[in-house]
């Protein structure tokens, strides 16, 4: 039984609470060994603890969970503070709530969870914990809070903070709606009205951000917005054929074997196809999607998070579920339907800070694809009246739009996706496959020009569709102009500007003008998208202007892998013993069926073979040991490093 799942007596962790309370400085330091708080999340937990409703929007892997455990903690009087009651956190991500639980007994706090993988008496044996107040965190699906008893139990107990993780989900406006989020804010006035509400989020558009205030009821929120750049992570995309994209992903995985990687897939079938093939071919793979029975689910999951297997092949929607902080690379097989999604995902590499690499590989049929899906009725939310539906569908085609514009841009790609969240965003960030500069161009500044040129001649209150047609030279219905009627371009300057042009290409360009903010959509009073002109517009008119798209990237991953660098720089003999601890580390996380970054991270291990502690405080300075793991895992490890220093001095 994994140690996640007993529940504690919380006798075993009183010995660490200290006399005098402890700062959340402290707390950082001392239970999770960190020096350093992230950006944001020293203002985010200030924030908690003075009793403010707070929203807190940071990229996937840039530490929310942090950002509710250590206020969690405090309030519950676990560090000598004042107690004040228990943390309740909602999340939709059922497989990661038992390794957020075990990372959390890794350290020392007291967690739990109920959700629908546990047996009756699971769940019973929780409730009685929660109740004599045994638990400091206790996580839950959004499912649950409908169920009469629990309702009772929250109701019973003080509640000090109530954290919705993922708080995107409670949005018809954002790319992962979930209609059990809707019940967050009864559940929360009736059942904890006094708690400190929390929203977390890696979606950062205004008005998903309104909608999460509004619908959560945050009252006076406090909203913290980090940078969403990650350094650490490079950024490539490719476009290729079908079966051009799984001879691309075998030739990786072959070539990374000892790395854990995601590969994300449109569809279940896709999925079960890719990942048999690459296990037919030697790499240990395993699929991963909602029709697989929890079972399998769970047997993989385990195995990826305990690196029996190397590669968790996914669909997007359940790919969300997998989470393990040293995942190096996660390839998209196909075009996902906004930055957002692409992100969140993208960023499930190098949570650890090390790096990581993520590739986009696509191609027309994607897009045709993501379309289609949009259309589907079905993907209309629950009760949601036909016009209220229609300006959903809108939104999602502007995302895919820009989506697309991110493949065939020429511009910086982490730059893009910056702004894409409202920051500055580099012109070059020399770490993705455009500052690489591995791409054919094709210049379209006299395209771009022209079409610019149009969106004047219609005053911006056409469709692209028309702006195409007119360059093009035809008429809306392809036939010859008829003078005199509505529909009449003919007489405009732009009419047949572009006759030589396919139309598909200056279809393609306007999308990508779209995308790099010289052109933007803006919908009409009917409700109709127009072209209108983006913030750059101007330069469009300049003379030194020059515009391009991509033609087909020729842009490959960096072949020696970023990841490599890092440990290179290490001194051999630092190396050997580096290996050393890993295996140690191996050894420990079967032993407490644990996985091994429950134990120490790879950047703690290497931190470790470079400074080789040899003191309890020595090893306390290392960067990712708190005072549990110094209790737990200190002498093994130290033991190992005298060992291997004496093994060189003979
Ligand atoms: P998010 O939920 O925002 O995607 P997580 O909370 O899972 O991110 O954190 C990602 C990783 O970063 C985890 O492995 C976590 O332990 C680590 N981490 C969080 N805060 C810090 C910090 N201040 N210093 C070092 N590592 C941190």
Redesign the pocket.
């Known amino acids: 039984m994994a140690d996640a799942d007993k529940v504690p007596d919380g006798a075993d962790d009183a010995g660490t609470v200290p006399r005098h309370a402890l700062t959340a400085q402290q707390v ?1 330091k001392r239970v ?1 060994g ?5 950006p944001g ?1 020293r203002q985010v937990i200030d924030s908690v603890l003075s009793g403010r409703d707070t929203m807190a929007i ?10 509710y ?1 250590i206020p969690a903690a405090m309030f519950a009087g676990f560090f000598g503070n004042r107690p004040i009651g228990m943390t309740l956190v909602i999340s939709p991500l059922i497989s990661l709530m038992q390794d ?1 639980v075990e ?1 959390l007994r890794s350290v020392g706090v007291p967690g739990a969870y109920l959700n629908s993988s546990l047996s009756p008496e699971r769940s019973a044996a929780i409730m009685r914990a929660v109740r004599e107040r045994r638990i400091t965190i206790l996580y839950c699906a959004p499912e649950r809070l409908a169920r009469r008893e629990f309702r009772d139990l929250i109701s019973s107990m003080p509640i000090a903070l109530v954290a919705v ?1 993922e708080a995107h989900c409670v949005s018809h406006w954002g790319h992962d709606f979930r209609p059990d989020y809707r019940q967050i804010r009864d559940f929360t006035d009736a059942c904890a009205p006094h708690a400190v509400r929390l929203a ?1 989020t ?1 979606t950062a558009t205004v008005r998903v951000r309104d909608d999460i205030i509004s619908s959560l009821q945050l009252r006076r929120p406090a909203v913290f917005q980090t940078t969403f750049d990650r350094p650490n992570l490079w950024f490539g995309v490719r476009k290729l054929g079908n079966r051009e994209k799984d001879q691309w992903i075998l030739d990786y995985a072959l070539a990374h074997s000892d790395e854990s990687g995601i590969v994300y897939c449109a569809r279940t079938k896709e999925v079960d196809e890719l990942a048999r093939m690459l296990a037919s071919h030697g790499v240990s793979a395993a699929p991963y999607h909602a029709k697989l029975d929890a079972d399998t689910r769970k047997a993989t999951q385990s195995d990826f998070i305990h690196d029996r297997i190397r590669v968790i092949v996914a669909t997007n929607a359940f790919g969300m579920g997998i ?1 393990k ?1 040293d995942v190096r690379y996660v390839v998209h097989h196909n075009l996902p339907g906004s930055i957002e999604a692409y992100y969140q995902e993208a ?2 590499a190098g ?3 090390d790096p990581g690499r993520c590739m986009l590989l696509w191609n027309g049929s994607d897009v045709n694809l993501r379309s289609r899906f949009i259309d589907m009725p079905g993907d209309a939310p629950r009760g949601m009246d036909p016009e209220e539906a229609d300006g959903v569908r809108r939104t999602k085609r502007a995302m895919l739009d820009f989506m697309v514009g991110y493949c065939g841009t020429t511009h910086c790609l982490r730059g893009m996706i910056l702004r894409y969240f409202g920051e500055e965003g580099p012109e070059s960030c020399h770490n993705c496959s455009n500052c690489d500069g591995r791409f054919e161009a094709v210049d379209v500044t006299d395209i771009a020009r022209a079409i610019s040129r149009c969106v004047h001649d219609m005053r911006q209150s056409t469709g692209r569709g028309t702006i195409a047609n007119v360059l093009h030279g035809v008429t809306a219905r392809g036939g010859a102009p008829t003078r005199g009627s509505a529909r009449d371009h003919s007489a405009l300057p732009t009419f047949g500007a572009l006759k030589r042009q396919p139309i598909g290409l200056i279809r393609d360009v306007m999308t990508q003008m779209i995308a790099d903010g010289y052109l933007a959509i803006h919908t009409s009073d009917a409700g109709y998208p127009l072209v209108v002109f983006g913030p750059r517009a101007a330069e469009t008119a300049d003379a030194g202007f020059a515009y391009s798209i991509k033609r087909d990237a020729s842009s490959s991953m960096p072949r020696s892998g970023v990841s490599k660098p890092v440990s290179e720089a290490m001194e051999p003999s630092d190396q050997g013993l580096f290996e050393q601890l890993r295996e140690l580390r191996k050894q420990i996380a079967r032993e407490a069926n644990v996985p091994p ?1 429950v134990v120490f ?1 790879d950047r703690t291990l290497r931190d470790m073979a470079q400074a080789k502690p040899a003191t309890d405080e020595e090893f306390l300075a290392i ?2 040991v708190g005072e549990k793991k110094l209790e737990r895992y200190g002498g093994r490890f130290m033991d190992m490093i005298a060992a291997y220093g004496a093994e060189g001095k003979e």
Do not use: I, V, W
């Open positions: 950082l999770y960190y020096d350093t708080f992230r999340q940071m990229p996937t892997g840039g530490g929310k969970s942090l950002c455990q957020q990372a993780d977390l890696a989470d902080p960023g499930r949570r650890d800070g970054y991270s960067n990712g």
